[in-house]
Nanobody, 127 residues
Framework: QVQLVDSGGGSVQSGGSLRLTCSVS????????MGWFRQAPGKEREGFAA????????YYADSVKGRFTISKDNTNKILYLQMNSLMPDDTAMYSC????????????????????WGEGIQVTDSP
């Protein structure tokens, strides 16, 4: 069974940077996709970044494109999220997640495809 542990959250001033880490234990099956999701108070969960574990192709929501970068270290089974130019709207609970096996391209930011989740970490932007 795959387990995900996310870390690296905290509080940062607007315009600052933060890096989140997601450590994976267990086997990641062929063609899996990993992603980052966030949920702000009173809002629905948003999938905003995903990466194909083998091919490395990335997918981003418009809300973070150009500011956030998702990457991976397959050897050590670690997923990263580099967040730059943070804004107040980025304040949320962030979680990493794994979609096992093939995931349709148009579904790779959809939470319904993801079966394993980290516990979530808080990221707060302080104006």
């Amino acid at each position: 069974q795959v387990q995900l542990v996310d870390s690296g959250g905290g509080s940062v001033q607007s315009g600052g940077s933060l890096r989140l880490t997601c450590s994976v234990s267990g086997d990641i099956i062929h063609m899996s996709v990993m992603g980052w999701f966030r949920q702000a108070p009173g809002k629905e969960r948003e999938g905003f970044a995903a990466i194909h574990v083998e091919g490395g192709r990335t997918y981003y929501a418009d809300s973070v494109k150009g500011r956030f970068t998702i990457s991976k270290d397959n050897t050590n089974k670690i997923l990263y999220l580099q967040m730059n130019s943070l804004m107040p709207d980025d304040t949320a609970m962030y979680s990493c997640a794994l979609s096992p096996g093939y995931t349709p391209i148009d579904q790779r930011l959809s939470e319904n495809q993801y079966k394993s989740w980290g516990e979530g970490i808080q990221v707060t932007d302080s104006p």
